[in-house]
């Protein structure tokens, strides 16, 4: 819990509510000077304080406790601004639309960063009637492997789980589909833009260099 509800995040959810260290005490019967010693760090509140203070601020314990406030946002969201987060003890994958709180085994998530691939994550896409088949060049040991890929669009996401001594492949429905992301358990989280005439092409580019030339091409044709 300590790691979590700091001093400073009571200080700026109390002043966001324009409250008082005093009125702030009066309404969880403690007294002044012990919110200021959460505020100073000298001190943290007791667990069972945890409910009514996030009562008082109008927040979950959840966000209490990682330092964010979650906005509603998931009636706009769109898909290709989905969040991943990957746990690092049981490897579990949670997707979010909007901004959220995630915990898993006790541990709250920070959404994962993503890169643009790069030499050692190489990404190959061909099209297969109407599919993309995603191959990505990477070793799959138990120790080093590709965890998932997902394919995005506008309104939709689709995701394959991988597993370590499988394929680092997937296929998915062409329709739609912008942008093709992956994760590595060592390196994290990549990505790549699909780009018309290349990615759909019925063979594959042979190599990350001559993507990028075919990419060149396809910028100045189609903008």
Same mark, same amino acid.
């Not at 995040?9 to 009066?26: D, G, S, V």
């Not at 994760?183 to 759909?200: A, H, K, L, T």
């Given at each position: %819990?300590? #790691?979590? &509800? ?6 700026? $959810? !109390? ?7 005093? =009125? ?72 979010? %639309?909007? #901004?959220? &709180? ?6 709250? $998530? !920070? ?7 790069? =030499? ?94 075919? =990419? ?8």
């Amino acid at each position: %819990m300590n #790691e979590y &509800v700091t001093g400073a995040i009571i200080k700026e $959810l !109390r002043e966001k509510n324009h409250l008082t260290q005093a =009125e702030l005490a009066e309404k969880i019967n403690v007294s002044d000077k012990t919110v200021s010693k959460w505020e100073t760090g000298k001190g943290y509140p007791d667990i069972s304080l945890l409910e009514p203070i996030a009562k008082i601020f109008g927040i979950s314990v959840t966000e209490l406790l990682s330092g964010n406030a979650v906005t509603n946002v998931n009636v706009s969201a769109n898909v290709l601004c989905t969040a991943f987060y990957v746990c690092p003890i049981c490897g579990n994958i949670i997707h979010s %639309m909007g #901004e959220a &709180v995630v915990q898993c085994h006790g541990i709250v $998530l !920070r959404p994962c960063q993503v890169e643009e691939t790069d =030499e050692r994550h190489m990404i190959f896409t061909e099209r297969v009637e109407d599919e993309y088949y995603v191959r990505i060049d990477h070793k799959m040991t138990k120790q080093h492997y590709i965890s998932f890929i997902a394919a995005l669009s506008s309104d939709k996401v689709q995701m394959a789980k991988l597993y370590p001594e499988g394929n680092a492949e997937a296929r998915f429905k062409m329709s739609g589909v912008k942008r093709i992301l992956f994760y590595c358990n060592q390196d994290g989280m990549f990505y790549i833009n699909i780009v018309r005439g290349i990615d759909d092409k019925i063979t594959a580019y042979e190599d990350t260099e001559k993507r990028k030339e075919l =990419e060149d091409v396809a910028k100045m044709l189609f903008g």
